[in-house]
């Protein structure tokens, strides 16, 4: 039985199958976490950042080993959606563990650690622009060994979840220490798509491993301008230490992007006024995509979502007819993450994005009313999956988000992301489609605020660590 991780992973066909390969496929979804091929969906999340201590390291790890053995697997994760969808059964709670490489040191477990030198120095030690460690929150600021992420149906749920698990960490008699909790919610727009708290419909654009999801986007939006497949090998590897042939894992990005919604809506306002007539497009600009989701390379104004969810927010256009940037700019953050078919690798640096915003709101988000805007205290949890950081999560951050000259000179920094604030204006299009602004810097409205790269291995990883 072999498994080809050189193709998209059409799961239902697996079940119906009874070839060898289709049982290697079902046999890796059960060794799999789940989150990674398709987001667990739960719109509250608890995320428990934790420490274990080196000195009682078997502890940790029987410790960690237990944990592990309740994670909600792939093929648990794909089969209990189908049953949700059919039955309407509220769904139980989601739960995905992941490790730092010092987590796998403190394990004392450096024999199946995952390769990579990104991996092994670590977040806090990469060249990314970063503010300085000792400005990141504390908890956040590079002593993690693991991640445990809760997913919940409900803010009650997620209180109960959190009370529970932080008693379990309180009973492991110091082996494992809870660092720091970060709490998810997603927030929805009028048309209950899922917004970030600038306020623009996020999480729609995602390469899609499942033949099933890209079926979905064939027949709702169509594939032809923009084919979402990516193959499994896109954001799985082989899971060191997982006691399969067909054990796999995933590299994980986590990072506390705290936004400043107030200088973020203030600024839109100051870049409408010197482009003539732009109004909302001063924004659509910064993005590449209206509140709404509509991309700003397809229309110079908002046109309405048809439909809620997912298939009534476009994603099948490239930037074909726009090589100028002048529709949408080079320095757009949609253009900037992905370019789509402007370059013919794009596709190669894309992960699986899974962020969540955190953070309570006590203003109306629709109100529009400048000074009720929040300045800071919320954001993006922002992760995402991915065969290789460098090439993916670090490729985006330093050499399209950050680099002022992606694409032509003087494109500037990403208006979203770009680090350090103020490293290069952008030029937006002042006359749509015909000609472009001055320079306008954009920048600094969110602030990176802690974060860690992580492994999520597979299932059997963790039931041998016990062992071990
Ligand atoms: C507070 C921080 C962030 C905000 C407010 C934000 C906002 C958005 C929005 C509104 C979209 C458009 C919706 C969509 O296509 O899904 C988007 C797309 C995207 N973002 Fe972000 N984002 C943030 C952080 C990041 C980070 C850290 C990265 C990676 C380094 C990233 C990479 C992407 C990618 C790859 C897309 C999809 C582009 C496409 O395929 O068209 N974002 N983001």
Not at 1 to 19: E, F
Not at 70 to 89: I, R, S
Not at 212 to 225: N, S
Not at 318 to 341: E, M, Q, V, Y
Request: hydrophobic letters at 35%; proline letters at 7%; glycine letters at 10%.
């Amino acid at each position: 039985m072999t498994l080809n991780l050189d193709q998209t992973l059409a799961w239902t066909k697996s079940l119906a199958a009874h070839t060898p390969d289709a049982a290697a496929e079902l046999a890796m979804l059960n060794d799999l976490q789940g989150n990674i091929l398709k987001g667990h969906g739960r719109g509250h999340t608890i995320n428990f950042f934790l420490a274990f201590d080196k000195a009682q390291h078997p502890a940790a790890r029987r410790f960690i080993s237990e944990l592990g053995a309740d994670v909600t697997t792939a093929l648990d994760q794909l089969t209990g959606a189908q049953v949700f969808k059919a039955t309407g059964k509220s769904a139980s709670p989601f739960m995905t563990l992941l490790l730092t490489a010092d987590g796998y040191r403190a394990l004392g477990i450096e024999d199946v650690m995952p390769p990579g030198q990104a991996f092994a120095d670590g977040m806090q030690n990469r060249q990314l622009n970063d503010p300085p460690q000792a400005q990141w929150d504390p908890g956040l600021s590079g002593d993690i060994h693991a991640l445990l992420i809760i997913g919940a149906s409900s803010a009650q749920d997620q209180s109960a979840l959190q009370a529970e698990f932080t008693q379990r960490f309180a009973a492991s008699d110091g082996a494992v220490r809870l660092l720091t909790v970060e709490l998810g919610k997603s927030i929805c727009n009028r048309d209950k798509n899922g917004i970030e708290h600038f306020g623009y419909v996020d999480g729609r654009s995602q390469p899609l491993a499942l033949q099933e999801d890209v079926d979905l986007e064939a027949r709702d939006g169509g594939i032809d301008q923009w084919d979402p497949a990516i193959p499994l090998s896109q954001l799985l590897v082989k899971c060191p230490g997982g006691q399969l042939d067909v054990s796999c894992g995933s590299y994980f990005v986590f990072r506390k992007l705290e936004q400043n919604v107030q200088g973020f809506k203030r600024r839109e306002i100051e870049l409408a006024e010197i482009l003539p007539g732009a109004g909302e497009r001063a924004g659509a600009s910064v993005v590449g995509r209206f509140e709404n989701g509509t991309p700003v390379s397809a229309s110079a104004t908002e046109i309405p979502v048809a439909k809620p969810g997912p298939a009534g927010v476009p994603n099948n256009f490239n930037f074909s007819d726009d090589a100028a940037g002048l529709k949408c700019p080079f320095a757009g953050h949609i253009r900037k993450t992905n370019p789509r078919t402007d370059t013919g690798d794009s596709k190669d640096h894309l992960m699986a994005r899974r962020g969540i915003p955190y953070g309570d709101r006590t203003d109306d988000p629709n109100d529009g009313i400048l000074a009720n805007k929040p300045t800071g205290g919320l954001g993006l949890l922002f992760m995402a999956y991915q065969r290789d950081l460098e090439n993916q999560f670090e490729f985006t951050q330093r050499f399209w988000v950050d680099n002022k000259d992606f694409r032509n000179p003087g494109t500037g920094i990403d208006p979203i992301l770009g680090q350090p604030p103020g490293a290069g204006p952008q030029r937006y299009p002042k006359v749509y489609g015909v000609s472009l602004s001055e320079p306008f810097d954009f920048s600094g409205f969110v602030t990176m605020r802690g974060g860690a790269y992580f492994f999520a291995p597979s299932v059997s990883f963790f039931k041998r660590l016990g062992a071990r």
